[in-house]
């Protein structure tokens, strides 16, 4: 996934709502690398032109050990054959009530869990691509 993105691409999602450039790209590495039992099942797809869509569904343990589904709508919007933009749309209440148990389900609706649960995980990206750039430096 990480190959099919244009080098200034943009990336949104409920819980990475503002990536570019290399980040989507990195994102996608650090998902996968920590993922031990990561399914995706393409549901559905459609591409027309310079414009895509598809529905997707990642099943996979979250780091506090719930399993989660994630029902996922993307839109896409193509350039020279590669992803220029990307937006994964989720209920974002669903996926906290599954991945975070009682907190998710108690918080998951408000502005205050979702904020946190996006600066947790922009902080992990900008940790992990300093590491993947570092990598690639050497």
């Known amino acids: 996934?990480?190959?099919?993105?244009?080098?200034?691409?943009?990336?949104?999602?409920?819980?990475?709502?503002?990536?570019?450039?290399k980040r989507p790209g990195q994102m996608w590495r650090m998902l996968t690398s920590r993922?031990?039992?990561?399914?995706?099942?393409?549901?559905?797809?459609?591409?027309?032109?310079?414009?895509?869509?598809?529905?997707?569904?990642?099943?996979?343990?979250?780091?506090t050990g719930r399993k989660v589904v994630n029902d996922i709508q993307a839109t896409f919007r193509f350039e020279n054959g590669l992803i220029?933009?990307?937006?994964?749309?989720?209920?974002?209440?669903?996926?906290?009530?599954?991945?975070?148990?009682?907190?998710?389900?108690?918080?998951?609706?408000?502005?205050?869990l979702k904020g946190k649960v996006q600066k947790e995980a922009g902080a992990d990206l900008e940790k992990f691509a300093a590491a993947d750039e570092a990598g690639a430096a050497a």
């Open 35 to 63: 993922a031990e039992d990561l399914r995706v099942e393409l549901a559905e797809h459609d591409a027309d032109g310079d414009r895509g869509s598809a529905n997707w569904i990642a099943t996979y343990t979250f780091r």
């Open 84 to 112: 220029a933009e990307h937006d994964d749309d989720f209920d974002f209440w669903k996926w906290s009530r599954q991945a975070l148990g009682a907190p998710g389900l108690l918080l998951g609706w408000t502005p205050i």
């Open 1 to 21: 996934m990480a190959s099919l993105y244009a080098p200034d691409a943009r990336f949104s999602d409920p819980v990475f709502p503002d990536l570019r450039g």
